[in-house]
């Protein structure tokens, strides 16, 4: 790969508390008795998604700034890009039990230990809030408290919900992000204990990491443009993290060619779903699942139109193998001006 | 674009091609099925018939109930008039072969044991005395009880020796994953008649991953992304390789999504192979080993040479089989829909593949 001069931005970078207790000054006395009373603990899995051993999930995800300094931010060789800008993802709340209450709560200590222990100390970076999944009125309320700090740029939602993010039951939430020009990020992994494919519960890691890093966002994306989420909310930009990006064309011909046969069901939509979904989505760059075939790789990316539709991310700590290396090389110079940051700040218009 | 299948000119003369249509939906009246159930179960489906809900109960079809218009025969449903099927379809598009899917078997077969296994085998009676022994062009799948699979492989053995069954019929959606363990002696009785099981979408959809849907376009959609977890399940509960000569034909679910399926795998493969030791080479070489795909409703790019490459990523160009989907809305006729595949795969994807498959002989032409 050839020296990069232009802004980086990584929209994908990981960081979670080591456990509970790091989040104990942004939680009130109930929720810390609830806690420790309770002998809750961070699930050392995260809910299934990172088994800590397996290849896939990497390193455990840095838990400060100083740690995500040393061993990345400011680790840059010759394959690692400049960073100019990293966006944060914290998904220790996707998994959380069913108390609602607890979700919320457990929702705004992360936002707020984002911004006390990361967002102010290091002007590289920018976040992800999160808001509970089980209680639209509380995801609003959380997005109207902190949404517009300046270093917020996206509200992150897990991919495993209970009803898929277009359904009406969520539209207030999404309402509250586009009115305040917050990106909705939908992020690999999520609420555990619902069946995660079609047909029920998996016994193999490699089923839900698939599952998750290509089939379950299929049915986000259908379910957002269907039900006339970006006819009502015409501003709202969605960003697919962590859910690949191979699979969106063959997705689109399927979808296109359905809405021709049974557009009567669905009068709100007034353009293509494939021209919607060019409009309002982009995805990021990790899991690069592509051919190994060059030149076929290169067909891929084309069907896609990879130029526009990517954004670059490490995924740090998790390591999906060598997809991402090779997608890069496989990019033309400004293709891959446009994936490492050009995307991202029309995108995300960082502060 | 040019079509190399010349139009059917006249009666009389035949295209030199071989014309297969796997997936034709016949449909059992009440009538039918009563009187071929014992007194026990004829009772029972009087009182209580069919407690399973079917897809369309939950993603109601847009016009028609989801058939085309011209396919109600007076008194009867779409696809309960073997008459009609020939006028409509065999005859009109002059069909060698059809192969009739009898999704009643999706519902039935998830009713209790014994009740499910009287369904079906009455509704496989019914295919043999009303459609097989009638018409010699038709071929059918054997419906089984799938979530009761002791019985449902007590069905599947005694239909094999009736060589007009041809493949054994299983959802998309089960009351587990398909590829669980629990289903095994299915398929250990369709390898031992050496029938392919047939997976057409729907079923009991369950959460998804993503939780319930609201349209039916979405879950039309869908029946790609259901299809891919269907072959993930086999895939990675070890089905193609407990069972090595399995085939399954992936019906009615598309098949562009086969390749960007094949490459995360493969790419995930080699980092997770402790998960998934029974794996011993690449998923996607299991997957072009054993998967087959009907064409009705196949994936259409704005420019057809879009779908030309995504089909040569897949690489199974031979196991690609033209359906017609008769009699349901979005029927794709034998005669337009060879312009929705490339051109050099036409005659295969029409005829040829399926004859390899099933074991049907191809047209005869004379010089």
Not at chain 1, 40 to 64: E, K, R
């Amino acid at each position: 790969m050839t020296s990069v001069q232009t802004a980086v931005v990584d929209t994908d970078v990981h960081c979670s508390p080591k456990a509970l207790s790091d989040l104990s000054p942004y939680l009130d006395a109930y929720w810390r008795g609830y806690i420790t009373e309770g002998g809750i603990a961070l699930s050392p899995t995260q809910g299934g998604a990172y088994p800590p051993a397996v290849p896939t999930s990497g390193t455990p995800a840095p838990s400060s700034v100083d740690e995500l300094r040393a061993g990345f931010l400011d680790v840059r060789g010759p394959q690692l890009p400049q960073l100019n800008l990293a966006v944060l993802n914290c998904t220790t709340s996707f998994h959380c039990n069913r108390n609602p209450y607890y979700e919320a709560a457990l929702c705004r200590a992360v936002n707020d230990w984002l911004v006390a222990e990361w967002l102010e100390r290091d002007d590289r970076l920018r976040a992800s809030m999160v808001v509970p999944t089980l209680d639209t009125a509380a995801a609003v309320a959380e997005i109207e408290r902190i949404g517009d700090h300046p270093r917020i740029v996206q509200v992150l939602l897990p991919v495993r919900t209970d009803a898929p993010w277009g359904n009406v039951r969520h539209r207030p939430l999404l309402r509250a992000a586009a009115e305040r020009g917050l990106v909705v990020g939908l992020h690999a992994w999520g609420r555990i204990g619902n069946a995660p494919t079609s047909s029920g519960m998996t016994h193999t890691y490699l089923e839900d990491y698939i599952a998750n890093s290509q089939i379950i966002v299929q049915g986000q994306v259908t379910s957002l443009v269907t039900e006339g989420v970006f006819a009502h909310l015409p501003d709202l930009r969605v960003t697919l993290l962590e859910c690949g990006f191979s699979w969106l064309p063959t997705l689109l011909w399927r979808f296109d060619k359905d809405w021709k046969g049974v557009w009567r069901e669905v009068p709100w939509l007034d353009a293509k779903p494939s021209e919607t979904v060019r409009r309002h989505l982009r995805l990021t760059t990790a899991p690069a699942q592509l051919p190994r075939d060059p030149e076929q790789m290169r067909e891929a990316l084309d069907l896609l139109d990879a130029g526009s539709m990517l954004l670059y991310a490490s995924d740090h700590p998790h390591d999906h193998g060598s997809g991402g290396e090779r997608l890069l090389a496989a990019l033309s110079d400004e293709e891959r001006e446009r994936v490492l940051g050009g995307n991202a700040a029309d995108w995300y218009r960082p502060a | 674009m040019t079509s190399t299948l010349p139009m059917r000119r006249s009666a009389g003369r035949r295209t030199d091609h071989t014309i297969v249509d796997s997936d034709i939906h016949p449909h059992a009246l009440a009538r039918d099925i009563l009187p071929r159930l014992s007194a026990q179960h004829r009772r029972r489906f009087e009182t209580f018939g069919s407690r399973v809900p079917g897809p369309p109960e939950i993603y109601p079809r847009v016009r028609n109930s989801g058939f085309r218009l011209d396919s109600w025969p007076e008194g009867g449903f779409p696809g309960s008039d073997l008459q009609m099927t020939r006028d409509q379809l065999l005859d009109l598009y002059d069909v060698d072969h059809g192969i009739l899917i009898p999704l009643q078997g999706h519902s039935w077969g998830v009713e209790q044991p014994h009740y499910a296994a009287a369904l079906c085998g009455a509704l496989n009676d019914w295919l043999v005395e009303e459609w097989l022994d009638r018409e010699p062009r038709l071929r059918s799948s054997i419906a089984i009880p799938h979530e009761s699979p002791d019985l449902a492989a007590e069905e599947i053995a005694r239909r094999a020796d009736d060589p007009r069954f041809v493949q054994v019929l299983l959802s998309t959606g089960g009351e587990s994953g398909f590829g669980v363990r629990r289903y095994w002696p299915i398929y250990r009785a369709a390898a031992d008649a050496k029938l392919p099981i047939a997976a057409h979408t729907g079923g009991l959809e369950q959460h998804r991953g993503a939780g319930w849907p609201s349209f039916y376009l979405e879950e039309h959609v869908w029946n790609g992304n259901t299809m891919a977890s269907l072959l993930m399940s086999m895939l990675c509960e070890g089905v193609f390789t407990e069972f090595p000569t399995l085939q399954v034909v992936c019906v009615e679910g598309g098949i562009a999504w086969a390749g960007p399926l094949m490459w995360a795998l493969d790419e995930a493969w080699p980092r997770l192979r402790e998960d998934v030791p029974h794996l011993t080479k690449p998923p996607s070489e299991y997957i072009r080993e054993h998967v087959w795909f009907t064409t009705q409703p196949v994936e259409e790019p704005d420019d057809p040479e879009h779908l030309e490459i995504a089909l040569r990523h897949i690489g199974m160009n031979d196991r690609i089989m033209f359906a017609s989907d008769y009699p349901h809305w979005d029927f794709d006729s034998p005669q337009q829909a060879p312009r929705l595949f490339p051109a050099a795969l036409r005659r295969d994807i029409m005829g040829a593949n399926a004859c390899r498959l099933y074991g049907l002989p191809e047209r005869e032409v004379a010089a």
